[in-house]
T-cell receptor, first 112, second 114 residues
Framework: GDSVTQMEGPVTLSEEAFLTINCTYTATGYPSLFWYVQYPGEGLQLLLKATKADDKGSNKGFEATYRKETTSFHLEKGSVQVSDSAVYFCALRKGSQGNLIFGKGTKLSVKP | EPEVTQTPSHQVTQMGQEVILRCVPISNHLYFYWYRQILGQKVEFLVSFYNNEISEKSEIFDDQFSVERPDGSNFTLKIRSTKLEDSAMYFC????????????FGPGTRLTVL
C-alpha cells in the first residue's frame, strides 16, 4: 500500500547549520506531497506542499522538491534557527482521497 | 487566527471504559478528520466526515469507534470499550471545502488506557 518513510530522529543541529530531512514515498499514481510541522504543545501545521513532479514547495526558508524519479520529497533549510525546533512530518495524499498518509515524524532540536 | 481546538489535552481511562474525545473545528469548515499516533509510530488516518456522515474510514476505524457532530460546532470521537492498544495521541483536523483543501490540525489529545 501507499506509505511514507522519513529519516529517524532526533536530529540535533547548531544554529545556522544546514538542514536536510529525508523523505521517500511509495504510491501509485501521482500523489500530492506535504511537510507538516508540529511545535511543542501545538497542532500539526502545513509547512509546504507540492502537487506534481518537479514542483518546489517553499515557506519560511524551508524548501522541498517533488522528485518522481527518486520518489522523494526531502526537506531542506540553509540556516536553521532555535525557533525551528519542532517535529517535522512528511505526508502524501492521493488525488481522489482526502486523507493524508504520514511518516513517523522527525524531531529537530536546534541549539544556540 | 482561527484554530482547531481539542479537549481534553490528556485523558486517562481504565481498559473497557468508554471515552469521548472532543474537537471544535474551524467554524466555516465542512470536512472533518480524526487521526491517531501511537507512540513511536506513524500518524494514521482514522475517519473523515462530511455533511453529517462518514465519507471515508480506515481499517482501524472498527465498530468500537464512532464519530458525531452533535451540535454544529463540536466534532467527537467515541471509543466504546477502550483497549490498551488504543493509547495514542488523537488529532482532529478540518478543511474548508473540497477534500483536497489544506487540513488544519488541533494540538491533539493524549489518551492513556490503563
Amino acid at each position: 500500500g501507499d506509505s511514507v518513510t522519513q529519516m529517524e530522529g532526533p536530529v540535533t543541529l547548531s544554529e545556522e547549520a544546514f538542514l536536510t530531512i529525508n523523505c521517500t514515498y511509495t504510491a501509485t499514481g501521482y500523489p500530492s506531497l506535504f511537510w507538516y510541522v508540529q511545535y511543542p504543545g501545538e497542532g500539526l501545521q502545513l509547512l509546504l506542499k507540492a502537487t506534481k513532479a518537479d514542483d518546489k514547495g517553499s515557506n519560511k526558508g524551508f524548501e522541498a522538491t517533488y522528485r518522481k524519479e527518486t520518489t522523494s520529497f526531502h526537506l531542506e533549510k540553509g540556516s536553521v534557527q532555535v525557533s525551528d525546533s519542532a517535529v517535522y512530518f512528511c505526508a502524501l495524499r492521493k488525488g481522489s482521497q482526502g486523507n493524508l498518509i504520514f511518516g513517523k515524524g522527525t524531531k529537530l532540536s536546534v541549539k544556540p | 487566527e482561527p484554530e482547531v481546538t481539542q479537549t481534553p489535552s490528556h485523558q486517562v481511562t481504565q481498559m473497557g471504559q468508554e471515552v469521548i474525545l472532543r474537537c471544535v473545528p474551524i467554524s466555516n469548515h465542512l470536512y472533518f478528520y480524526w487521526y491517531r499516533q501511537i507512540l513511536g509510530q506513524k500518524v494514521e488516518f482514522l475517519v473523515s466526515f462530511y455533511n453529517n456522515e462518514i465519507s471515508e474510514k480506515s481499517e482501524i476505524f472498527d465498530d468500537q469507534f464512532s464519530v458525531e457532530r452533535p451540535d454544529g460546532s463540536n466534532f467527537t470521537l467515541k471509543i466504546r470499550s477502550t483497549k490498551l492498544e488504543d493509547s495514542a495521541m488523537y488529532f482532529c483536523a478540518s478543511s474548508p471545502g473540497q477534500r483536497t483543501d489544506t487540513q488544519y490540525f488541533g494540538p491533539g489529545t493524549r489518551l492513556t488506557v490503563l
